[in-house]
């Protein structure tokens, strides 16, 4: 996958970081609701990260509601959480994202109209 080897932020945990490209992936679909996640071993290997590091990664799923973990199975994605990932995704980015924006399109005095038509 493309964000396999992702360059760290070191303003952001790695565990952190992980956890934001999982949630990226049930949102796409590619880890779809009810679907197993990949081991905690798995998610060390794929980042190059200790096992440690990737437990705290399906800690932080699991606080968010976005796992089910099935004894002796694995975690597996929740049901309703792409919909939920999505409804808070959409308020992140209309409240912190679009403004910045917003405010950076009248700076540069561009055209909303020629930008929707590129």
Partial sequence: ????NP???DDLPIYRQITDIIIRRVIDG????GELLPSVRGVADEFNVSPLTAAKVFQELDKEGLTIKRRGIGAEVSPNSRARL???ERAKFLNEEWPRIQERIKRLELDPAELLST
């Fill in 1 to 4: 996958m493309s964000d396999a």
């Fill in 30 to 33: 590619i880890y779809p609701e």
């Fill in 86 to 88: 999505l409804e808070s």
């Fill in 7 to 9: 360059v760290w932020n």
